[in-house]
């Protein structure tokens, strides 16, 4: 299994980015793939995921309405838009899969832990 992540880099803040993750070797018929994001010193949060055939999405508050998640064509691709970029939204950006899924996402655990993960593609956003 491998992910790919691209289009991270550096904005001002209020603008945007469009990220990129493609997906090769998962052989399950209907999965489900999510964004992360890291900055230094703070913990791993979840941002949004969505489901590889109906395109369920769920969304963390602190990006709702701001970041938009969706999937390209079988969803093998999956698109993170990232718009009114703050400051405090500079960390490294992951997506991984399968994560927990969107009907689900807002319990306890979140995303969850999983097994698959991209390099991480570092996204800054200056004041």
């Known amino acids: 299994v491998q992910l790919v992540e691209s289009g991270g880099g550096l904005v001002q803040a209020g603008g945007s980015l469009r990220l990129s993750c493609t997906i090769s070797?998962?052989?399950?018929?209907?999965?489900?793939v999510g964004w992360f994001r890291q900055a230094p010193g703070k913990a791993r949060e979840g941002l949004a995921c969505?489901?590889?055939?109906?395109?369920?999405?769920w969304y963390a508050d602190s990006v709702k309405g701001r970041f938009t998640i969706s999937r390209v064509g079988a969803g093998d691709t999956v698109i993170l838009e990232l718009n009114s970029l703050e400051p405090e939204d500079t960390a490294i950006y992951y997506c991984?899969?399968?994560?927990?899924?969107?009907?689900?996402?807002?319990?306890?655990?979140?995303?969850?832990?999983?097994?698959?993960w991209g390099q991480g593609t570092q996204v800054t956003v200056s004041s």
């Open positions: 969505i489901t590889s055939s109906s395109g369920r999405t």
């Open positions: 070797g998962l052989s399950f018929d209907d999965y489900t």
């Open positions: 991984a899969a399968p994560t927990t899924r969107p009907e689900f996402a807002h319990g306890k655990y979140g995303l969850g832990n999983p097994p698959y």
